[in-house]
């Protein structure tokens, strides 16, 4: 079904009116799950592994699901595009349901791996859907809001979901964290798919020409080089690092809009000021409880406190960037957001010196939250400004693909200084220096391509 007005099959009203609210339920809900999923796992993978086994595939339970959403987020762009959101919404939520239902019915690790892939390409299609509908349902006006919810549905499960995961799993066992989703993943489609059914589809200028064989040699290739980043072995490291590159860039390079790799302005900045937004903050998020826990010898308690409170600060400042975008243009909420970002790191470098308060770690990371907060948003509505028209489906999922990846490379960077740190008898503490280095270089960089939004 095409709607003929796109823009007046949009209707009027906020997020919550009647005819808005079950989509908007629908799509919070859906994000939520794919929340509540990512952080129950991380907490419940020590119980799963004593149960299969299998540790040296545990990396790659979380390394599936990042490959799986590369796929998952340019074959749902394409389709949106191509037919609209519909179809590859309910095909997202199908295969997560599916990868949910083998995961916890998995007998080997190497079946739950399955299982995070499948996870992960139902997963990856959610938001790139999700950006559609908002393009096209939502008004300019409303667009702000509606992704400080989307920022906003990643909280409550930050707050209670690992804390509820890992009662289950002492209640009940793990299994039933994965099983125990798909009622919620059902009603989620329930709510959302019939208002994308109603909104059809945007006559396209032209549909995206490159599809799932690019987006499988990006995800084969991010594969290569990540487990490049850990091999200790530098004569097997060196040439799977060349070979996921060979692999992999030219078929990213297809994926995004010409012009990213170099920053041109218009969308491929925006593309590019995203990836290294991600790169930036979760390149230093992934060690900042190791900082706290193995670098200062503080409690748990404090490390999670961090975390949560950071997690806070990024929704609040969703809402406040959703406020000012009415009087600041996104590049200004960029720029602000990725120096705040910046200021973080450098707070959390400097809290690792002797006699710096451990309460200093608290303040750092609050201002990097919200940082993310402030820069988050305002790069997808750039983003749906500069889509080209009819395409927004791949627009979205380059936005997503750069996302991803960002966060994968900039935690896998991280990842690699600990190892040469390990292995060259430095301390944890200097390890961890060094990652939080990499990644206020990824900040640097990102302020430099802010100019050019």
């Known amino acids: 079904m095409e709607v003929a007005d796109p823009v007046a099959a949009r209707g009027a009203g906020g997020l919550w009116a009647p005819e808005r609210r079950p989509l908007t339920t629908g799509l ?74 083998i995961g916890g019915a998995a007998p080997s690790m190497t079946v739950l791996v399955l299982g995070r ?71 989620a489609g329930a709510l959302a798919l019939p208002p994308l059914v109603r909104m059809g589809r945007v006559p396209a200028t032209r549909t995206a020409e490159h599809g799932l064989l690019d987006a499988a040699r990006t995800a084969i290739g991010a594969g290569l080089v990540l487990e490049a980043l850990v091999v200790r072995t530098a004569p097997l490291a060196v040439p799977m690092f060349i070979l996921g590159a060979i692999v992999g860039v030219p078929a990213l390079r297809r994926l995004l809009p010409a012009g990213t790799f170099s ?49 806070l600060a990024w929704s609040a400042a969703a809402w ?21 970002v910046f200021t973080g790191i450098a707070g959390m470098a400097l809290s690792l010196r002797p006699g710096v308060p451990a309460g200093a770690t608290l303040v750092a990371w609050t201002i990097a939250g919200a940082g993310m907060g402030l820069a988050y948003a305002p790069t997808s509505l750039l983003m749906f400004h ?42 944890i503490s200097t390890g961890v220096t060094i990652a939080f280095c990499i990644a206020g270089v990824g900040a640097i960089a990102g302020l430099i391509v802010a100019r050019r939004l």
């Open 28 to 101: 919070v809900l859906a994000t939520t799950l794919i929340a509540v999923e990512a952080l129950a796992v991380i907490t419940i993978m020590p119980s799963v592994e004593r149960d299969l086994g299998g540790l040296s595939l545990y990396g790659w339970v979380f390394s599936a699901f990042m490959l799986g959403s590369l796929v998952g987020t340019v074959a749902a762009g394409r389709e949106a595009d191509r037919a609209g959101p519909a179809r590859p919404f309910a095909a997202g939520l199908a295969l997560f349901a599916a990868g949910l239902a």
């Open 117 to 187: 892939l499948l996870q992960g390409v139902g997963a990856g299609a959610v938001p790139a859907v999700s950006y559609v509908a908002i393009s096209e349902i939502f008004e300019e006006g409303v667009r702000p809001r509606m992704l400080a919810v989307l920022s906003s549905a990643w909280v409550i499960p930050g707050l209670i979901g690992p804390a509820l995961s890992a009662a289950v799993t002492h209640a009940f066992g793990w299994r039933v964290v994965f099983l125990g989703l798909i009622p919620l993943v059902v009603f």
């Open 263 to 311: 920053a041109r302005r218009g969308l491929p900045a925006t593309i590019l000021s995203r990836g290294l937004l991600t790169f930036t903050f979760f390149g230093a998020d992934a060690f900042v409880t190791l900082a706290i826990t193995a670098g200062l010898h503080r409690s748990t308690t404090l490390a999670s406190a961090v975390i949560t409170i950071s997690t």
């Open 320 to 340: 406040l960037q959703a406020r000012l975008s009415t009087t600041w243009p996104e590049r200004r909420l960029i720029g602000l957001g990725l120096a705040f």
């Open 386 to 427: 500069q889509a080209p028209g009819g395409r927004t489906g791949w627009a979205s999922a380059s936005l997503n693909l750069s996302d991803v990846l960002g966060t994968a490379l900039g935690a896998g960077l991280g990842g690699a200084a600990l190892v040469v740190a390990s292995d060259s008898g430095w301390s």
